[in-house]
């Protein structure tokens, strides 16, 4: 069976699709897989129209993209929708890679389209508009990176099952087929399409794998893309069994009374295994899996003592764990940062973070002479950190001593008005202050003799 004959049965059996009843949203960058997949769809006749963004990160390569799915569209006669992002000013706006920030903006625009009805012909204006989908070309050799690329991040079991054939109101009618089933139906067709040149380039972790890792394994394990591929398959059923004795545990844990969730402590202390249980309750509240611990810690802390995400508290209250939504001007003055972070963006301006190796081309003895930086052991860091405003009651070990000192006494010392001290924020790690922004580190946190990693924070300030 040809790809075609492929296309067409994955259609109507895998994804049931009737193409009588409904229509497609094709997102189109110009290159090979989406080139194929628009053909594909055309030649199977089914009612299409195409979207395209232009990022306007490659200069003249995407004007030359643009141009060329715009003559894609009229070679078959259908609807094109086209839109250009500020696609720079945007990932540095929102503190997203370019990466992030690209797959945001497009996603974001495809899911307007969809919910504004986009109709690909005339004569099918007056049909239902529920039966629209949005098409991306993703393939098998993408679902295996995707794999991959989970897998080494630490996802979790949710991210095995790879890229999904249909999820929501988007379809991946390519799915089944490999990266070089798609360039020979290409070459067979005589299709042309354009190549992204940084595509080429091993800087982005996909590409990566592409080409360097994936064919490495294969040397070792010839088949290892055909196992990989029946292992989503098995990791699908897996999932499947795991959410559902998940969702039946958080039935009997999670009460909710208004807004707020109760979990019982005790009961909660029996569940096994109690972290993956624990994570999987509070990573619906924006808890990320790094302060599962700090949640688990709760189960035997003192009462009212507390934890937070950017939006939800998770507070002791006696023999119950409760989880509320901060109040809003907490959530605004609460930053988590994880690790990956890069940048963030605050009421009194920008936090950079970076990290380094210490050698010999360091000067560690003039590492904290500067303020508005702030140079600290990166093994005494524990993740998420938290950036919020000073309050009444904080306290660190200014650098250089070795006794604690309330944070209102250090401003005394210092000689702050109470309008500087409004401004001042704090950064604190497994809830530690490891730097008064802009002012000074934390002692325990110093760089040490020792120390072989540093993690740097720069503070921007608005002015």
Not at 162 to 188: C, M, V
């Amino acid at each position: 069976m040809g790809l075609f004959e492929q296309f067409v049965a994955n259609i109507e059996k895998e994804l049931k699709i009737v193409p009588s009843q409904n229509r497609l949203l094709l997102a189109v960058s110009g290159g090979l897989d989406s080139v194929v997949m628009t053909h594909l769809c055309f030649k199977a006749g089914l009612s299409i129209a195409i979207a395209h963004c232009n990022f306007q990160l490659r200069g003249d390569e995407s004007v030359r993209d643009e141009q060329f799915v715009r003559q894609l569209a009229t070679k078959y006669a259908i609807p094109i929708h086209v839109n250009s992002f500020d696609t720079a000013t945007y990932a540095t706006n929102n503190q997203l890679s370019i990466q992030l920030a690209a797959r945001k903006l497009r996603y974001d625009w495809f899911g307007s389209l969809i919910e504004n009805k986009v109709v690909t012909t005339p004569e099918i204006q007056s049909q239902q508009a529920n039966n629209l989908w949005l098409c991306t070309a993703h393939h098998a050799d993408d679902n295996i990176e995707t794999l991959l690329l989970n897998f080494f991040r630490g996802t979790g079991i949710q991210g095995l099952h790879g890229i999904l054939p249909k999820q929501g109101n988007t379809l991946r009618p390519l799915l089944f087929a490999t990266r070089k089933d798609i360039e020979d139906y290409a070459l067979s067709e005589k299709l042309s399409w354009v190549e992204d040149s940084s595509n080429a380039s091993d800087k982005y972790s996909r590409n990566y794998l592409r080409h360097q890792l994936i064919p490495l394994l294969k040397q070792i394990y010839p088949k290892v893309e055909e196992n990989l591929l029946d292992n989503i398959e098995r990791f699908k059923d897996v999932e499947y069994i795991y959410q559902e004795s998940i969702n039946q545990t958080k039935a009997s844990l999670i009460e909710q009374k208004g807004e707020e969730y109760h979990i019982p402590i005790l009961k909660l202390k029996k569940q096994k295994p109690l972290k993956t249980i624990v994570y999987e309750i509070v990573k619906d509240f924006g808890f990320s899996s790094h302060q599962t611990q700090e949640v688990i810690k709760l189960l035997d802390a003192s009462n009212g003592s507390n934890i937070c995400s950017a939006t939800y508290r998770i507070i002791v209250n006696r023999n119950w764990l409760i989880i509320a939504a901060l109040k809003s001007n907490e959530a605004t003055n609460h930053v988590v940062i994880d690790i990956d972070t890069k940048q963030v963006l605050f009421r009194e301006g920008v936090l950079l973070l970076k990290n380094k190796t210490i050698d010999s081309d360091i000067d560690t003895a003039h590492l904290d002479i500067a303020t508005n930086i702030a140079n600290l052991d990166a093994s005494d860091i524990s993740y998420p950190l938290i950036l919020r405003p000073y309050k009444q009651g904080d306290y660190f070990y200014p650098l250089g001593m070795d006794k604690k000192k309330k944070l209102s006494k250090f401003f005394i010392d210092l000689k702050l008005s109470k309008l500087a001290k409004e401004k001042i924020w704090v950064v604190e790690s497994d809830k530690r202050i490891i730097w008064v922004v802009g002012h000074r580190i934390d002692n325990r946190f110093r760089i040490k003799p020792h120390s072989k990693n540093l993690l740097q924070l720069i503070w921007k300030t608005n002015a």
